[in-house]
């Protein structure tokens, strides 16, 4: 089980950016434990980070073809604004899972829309680095049940 695992604009620099918001953790030692829990669960990551828009709905887009059997993602600030990756997740015929190190919900007033969040299974936010941990569990747990019904199980 292969798992594509996008950040957006800004969660390059996770580590330094904000602490008191997001955390003193940075962006390559979250997939590093990513990619823990991912084994564990006898899964893979290919885990990239872009501040584009059209980065993120391109690799969205051909996640199916190029094998992918789900999609972790942190849209960072597009997450608020990004109709296109929405329609690309909406496309992607994947279940997908939204991840947010803070609250945005309980942040300013233009943070309480989520577009993206429209076209995922389900969305974890507030829990710092763990977001993308529980994330990806939850992810997992998706994929397996949805297999297990296919399957007759
Ligand atoms: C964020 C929340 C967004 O509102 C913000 O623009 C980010 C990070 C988060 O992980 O908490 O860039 O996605």
Request: charged residues 20%.
């Amino acid at each position: 089980m292969k798992i594509l695992v996008l950040s957006g604009p800004n969660l390059d620099r996770l580590g330094t950016r904000e602490p008191a918001i997001y955390g003193g953790v940075t962006l390559s030692a979250i997939h590093a434990r990513l990619e823990e829990v991912a084994r564990a669960h006898g899964a893979t990551i290919d885990a990239r980070q872009t501040p584009h828009e059209g980065d993120l709905v391109a690799w969205i887009g051909a996640a199916r073809d190029d094998g992918f059997a789900g999609i972790l993602i942190n849209p960072g600030a597009y997450t608020h604004t990004s109709i296109a990756i929405l329609d690309a997740l909406r496309g992607a015929d994947l279940p997908a899972v939204e991840v947010h190190l803070s609250n945005p919900e309980a942040r300013e007033a233009f943070r309480r829309r989520s577009f993206t969040a429209r076209a995922c299974v389900g969305k974890v936010s507030g829990f710092g680095a763990r977001s993308y941990e529980l994330g990806l569990e939850g992810l997992v747990g998706v994929i397996t049940s949805r297999g297990a019904s296919a399957r007759g199980d």
